[in-house]
T-cell receptor, first 115, second 114 residues
């Protein structure tokens, strides 16, 4: 079975600081990878996704993530965070062998950006 | 365009009571799913459906039933609520079974079981 680990449960940054959130998954086959974000009081929204091609993917609001197959990782980055990035971030994995019907989420990372 | 609509937004139950969480989507999506969100555990898949009349179990199906009689609706039933089912429940859908499409989430139902 696939699983996803997000190492940082809580992150506090000042505005303009750089962000990197770790995500590792355990599954030996081909996967699709996602980052979702949940702003306070809102439902989850897709930030970015990877399913093939360039392992560096760019998403909305200046976020990017790099898929490193040898490390089973898909870390999320942003060069300069803003107060409005305060949210909870979830990494998720779909194994292609089950037709992508069982998206597995990590435990989430709560990011607080201080002004 | 309403998207994915969940009702109710909040619910308090006593142990042993039953209830149904409603989920409806108006996007003609083939795939629908239910997740529960608990602190530190992210979202865990309860049940999913790849079309009307077809349902399957996710990671944590025990204590929950689902049905999919129409494309639009995917209700989640708690037959005998337990305090361990206190959680926030999200319904999500996407156009097809394909694994690279994003999920559209509802706004959630916060359930407390006393």
């Amino acid at each position: 079975a696939q699983s996803v680990s997000q190492h940082n449960h809580h992150v506090i940054l000042s505005e303009a600081a750089s962000l990197e959130l770790g995500c590792n998954y355990s599954y030996g086959g081909t996967v699709n990878l996602f980052w979702y974000v949940q702003y306070p009081g809102q439902h989850l929204q897709l930030l970015l996704k990877y399913f093939s091609g360039d392992p560096l993917v760019k998403g909305i609001k200046g976020f990017e993530a790099e898929f490193i197959k040898s490390k089973f990782s898909f870390n999320l980055r942003k060069p300069s965070v803003q107060w409005s990035d305060t949210a909870e971030y979830f990494c998720a994995v779909n194994a292609r062998n089950n037709a992508g019907n069982m998206l597995t989420f990590g435990g989430g990372t709560r990011l607080m950006v201080k002004t | 365009n309403a998207g994915v609509t969940q009702t109710p937004k909040f619910q308090v139950l006593k142990t042993g009571q039953s209830m149904t969480l409603q989920c409806a989507q108006d996007m003609n999506h083939e795939y629908m799913s239910w997740y529960r969100q608990d602190p530190g555990m992210g979202l865990r898949l309860i049940h999913y459906s790849v079309g009307a009349g077809i349902t399957d179990q996710g990671e944590v199906p025990n204590g929950y039933n689902v049905s999919r009689s129409t494309t639009e609706d995917f209700p989640l039933r708690l037959l005998s609520a337990a305090p361990s089912q206190t959680s926030v429940y999200f319904c999500a859908s996407r156009p097809r079974q394909g694994s690279n499409e994003k999920l559209f989430f509802g706004s959630g139902t916060q359930l407390s079981v006393l």
